[in-house]
């Protein structure tokens, strides 16, 4: 099979779905930097590199903000793994397949999970959730910020209040938020919060970015029991129990990150390169900058979807800024165009989860894709794309809409 050792040559394309976007080039360009060991203090200088850069970009003055190797799930079950001893009680609020995520890795820790639910595409008000942790008296309330199945974005500010008036730990996954929506960790009263690269922060899936606060630290650090092998004479573990991942060993990987650099995995370093080159571009470009970019594209982008006709999914007061939901017209075979949108014009768009599959199309406007062309480009070969599926939309009134969004040129 000739093609086996051909050189890989992905094709290209405008990746305008929920995540992976396509990756900001300079990122790109940090991946290809040569490698180093991983005690180089070059390396270790740009561990610290990575800590500080985002802190920044969770707007925290965590000292233990670094990144987890592995997708953003990885950076969920670090801390969840880290934080639930077993039986420990933990409140999942879920209107969405991420809510349902959190369950299912709280369960896994082996938590007594207590779930709140709303109907996907609605948010929680605040005093259901402190009604909730009044009720089932939990350690911790793990919440998603931007459920991506559903495109809505769970407020956060009076939770995290909440929390805090119950002195419960509070969790949020910012992992399709993080950088393109307002995530600011210390204001929002947020004691742990993980997030990815390959949304609003234009990187490759495979780093997972966490911070962590000294309520948290304190928890977790009581677990703490070192691997045999690098374990230093006379250390004594916590009274705590042993955390069940060595992998997701928080007080393991808060040792790596520190100065005494105590060895745990070899860290990923073209990722780490990647982790590091998104951070510095998100704050190069300024938070409030960057965070009003994502937010007029995915205005433009819900513009030029309502322009042709079309039905945005769920509560749009509550709706992320950079991911949109559109509900697919009847008699229109969602996948279909999906496909043809790839075919035709080399560009990705989703459809959602569980009872959302089939029913809308999810349109991303993230990172180095919250552009004026990408957006265009975007309604234009829907507009043609659903007119050949059988669903006239006016003609040119999504781009004109979002053109208006944009100001014309
Ligand atoms: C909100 C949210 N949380 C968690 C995940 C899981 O991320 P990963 O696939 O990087 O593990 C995703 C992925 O889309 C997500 O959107």
Same mark, same amino acid.
Request: aromatic share 6%; charged share 20%; hydrophobic share 45%.
């Given at each position: 099979?000739?093609?086996?050792?051909? &050189?890989?040559?992905?094709?290209?394309?405008? @990746?305008?779905?929920?995540?992976?976007?396509?990756?900001?080039?300079?990122?790109? &360009?940090?991946?290809?930097?040569? @490698?180093?060991?991983?005690? !180089?203090?070059?390396?270790?200088?740009?561990?610290?590199?990575?800590?500080?850069?985002? +802190?920044?970009?969770?707007?925290?003055?965590?000292? /233990?903000?670094?990144?987890?190797?592995?997708?953003?799930?990885?950076?969920?079950?670090?801390?969840?793994?880290?934080?639930?001893?077993?039986?420990?009680?933990?409140?999942?609020?879920?209107?969405?397949?991420?809510?349902?995520?959190?369950?299912?890795?709280?369960?896994?820790?082996?938590?007594?999970?207590?779930?709140?639910?709303?109907?996907?595409? =609605?948010?929680?008000?605040? #005093? *259901?959730?402190?009604?909730?942790?009044?009720?089932?008296?939990?350690?911790?309330?793990?919440?998603?910020?931007?459920?991506? %199945?559903?495109?809505?974005? &769970?407020?956060?500010?009076?939770?995290?209040?909440?929390?805090?008036?119950?002195?419960?730990?509070?969790?949020?996954?910012?992992?399709?938020?993080?950088?393109?929506?307002?995530?600011?960790? !210390?204001? /929002?009263?947020? !004691?742990?919060?993980?997030?990815?690269? *390959?949304?609003?922060?234009?990187?490759?899936?495979? %780093?997972?970015?966490?911070?962590?606060?000294?309520?948290?630290?304190?928890?977790?650090? +009581?677990?703490?029991?070192?691997? *045999?092998?690098?374990?230093?004479?006379?250390?004594?573990?916590? #009274?705590?129990?042993?955390? *069940? %991942?060595?992998?997701?060993?928080?007080?393991?990987?808060?040792?790596? /990150?520190?100065?005494?650099?105590?060895?745990?995995?070899?860290?990923?370093?073209?990722?780490?390169?990647?982790?590091?080159?998104?951070?510095?571009?998100?704050?190069?470009?300024?938070?409030?900058?960057?965070?009003?970019?994502?937010?007029?594209?995915?205005?433009?982008?819900?513009?030029?979807? =309502?322009?042709?006709?079309?039905?945005?999914?769920?509560?749009?007061?509550?709706?992320?800024?950079?991911?949109?939901?559109?509900?697919?017209?009847?008699?229109?075979?969602?996948?279909?165009?999906?496909?043809?949108?790839?075919?035709?014009?080399?560009?990705?768009?989703? $459809?959602?989860?569980?009872?959302?599959?089939?029913?809308?199309?999810?349109?991303?406007?993230?990172?180095?894709?919250?552009?004026? #062309?990408?957006?265009?480009?975007?309604?234009?070969?829907?507009?043609? $794309?659903?007119?050949?599926?059988?669903?006239?939309?006016?003609?040119?009134?999504?781009?004109?809409?979002? @053109?208006?969004?944009?100001?014309?040129?």
């Amino acid at each position: 099979m000739a093609e086996l050792y051909e &050189q890989l040559n992905p094709p290209p394309r405008l @990746l305008m779905g929920p995540g992976p976007v396509n990756a900001d080039p300079r990122v790109l &360009q940090a991946m290809s930097m040569p @490698l180093l060991g991983q005690f !180089d203090p070059d390396f270790t200088g740009y561990m610290n590199q990575v800590m500080e850069l985002y +802190r920044g970009v969770f707007q925290t003055a965590n000292h /233990w903000s670094f990144v987890v190797n592995g997708t953003a799930r990885a950076g969920i079950e670090a801390i969840l793994t880290s934080i639930i001893t077993p039986g420990d009680r933990v409140l999942v609020p879920v209107a969405g397949r991420f809510g349902q995520l959190l369950c299912e890795i709280a369960e896994r820790c082996r938590a007594e999970v207590h779930i709140i639910e709303r109907p996907w595409g =609605e948010v929680f008000p605040a #005093d *259901q959730v402190e009604d909730a942790i009044v009720a089932h008296d939990p350690k911790l309330v793990a919440v998603v910020h931007g459920d991506t %199945s559903t495109t809505m974005a &769970q407020p956060l500010a009076d939770i995290g209040k909440a929390c805090r008036r119950h002195d419960r730990l509070l969790y949020a996954d910012a992992t399709a938020t993080l950088g393109g929506m307002d995530f600011p960790v !210390d204001a /929002w009263n947020i !004691d742990a919060a993980s997030a990815g690269l *390959q949304k609003c922060l234009s990187g490759p899936p495979g %780093s997972a970015p966490i911070t962590i606060n000294e309520r948290v630290a304190e928890v977790v650090l +009581r677990r703490k029991h070192i691997e *045999q092998g690098i374990r230093p004479e006379g250390f004594n573990p916590g #009274d705590g129990e042993m955390i *069940q %991942s060595n992998y997701f060993d928080l007080p393991m990987l808060m040792d790596y /990150w520190s100065e005494s650099r105590l060895n745990h995995h070899t860290e990923a370093t073209s990722a780490l390169y990647a982790a590091r080159e998104c951070a510095r571009v998100v704050l190069a470009e300024g938070l409030a900058a960057r965070i009003a970019r994502h937010e007029r594209a995915g205005r433009a982008l819900s513009a030029g979807i =309502e322009a042709m006709g079309l039905r945005l999914f769920g509560d749009t007061r509550h709706k992320m800024h950079n991911v949109t939901g559109i509900e697919v017209p009847d008699g229109i075979d969602a996948a279909a165009v999906i496909r043809a949108m790839l075919d035709d014009f080399a560009i990705e768009i989703g $459809t959602s989860f569980g009872p959302m599959r089939g029913r809308v199309w999810r349109i991303g406007t993230m990172g180095h894709n919250a552009r004026k #062309d990408a957006v265009t480009n975007t309604l234009a070969a829907l507009e043609v $794309t659903l007119r050949r599926s059988g669903y006239a939309a006016p003609a040119g009134a999504g781009v004109d809409a979002a @053109l208006a969004v944009f100001g014309d040129s």
